[in-house]
Nanobody, 115 residues
Framework: QVQLVESGGGLVQAGGSLRLSCAVS????????MGWYRQAPGNEREFVAA????????SYADSVKGRFTISRDNAKKTVTLQMNSLKPGDTAVYYC????????WGQGTQVTVSS
């Protein structure tokens, strides 16, 4: 059974930083790509970043390139999203996903960036 548990959301001022973590279980990680998505009120869920667990290759949405960094910890089985230079437009519920959501979603964690 796939379980993805996010943590680390909160309220931050524009220009600040937050670090999100996703604890992963129930998946053979070497066969997976893990990612982060977000959904703001009234908007569809959108891709933020992804990482191939075995190779470590990364991809980012244009809107977060240069500000966000996705990484993985093999020993802890966690995926982390370091978010710097946050903007009010980054306000959303952030979700951890396995293989683009095809293998599971986390429950989401709220990120609010005040201006």
């Amino acid at each position: 059974q796939v379980q993805l548990v996010e943590s680390g959301g909160g309220l931050v001022q524009a220009g600040g930083s937050l670090r999100l973590s996703c604890a992963v279980s129930g998946i053979i990680l070497s066969d997976s790509a893990m990612g982060w998505y977000r959904q703001a009120p009234g908007n569809e869920r959108e891709f933020v970043a992804a990482i191939s667990w075995s190779v470590g290759s990364r991809s980012y949405a244009d809107s977060v390139k240069g500000r966000f960094t996705i990484s993985r910890d093999n020993a802890k089985k966690t995926v982390t999203l370091q978010m710097n230079s946050l903007k009010p437009g980054d306000t959303a519920v952030y979700y951890c996903a396995a293989d683009g959501g095809r293998r599971g979603w986390g429950q989401g964690t709220q990120v609010t960036v005040s201006s």
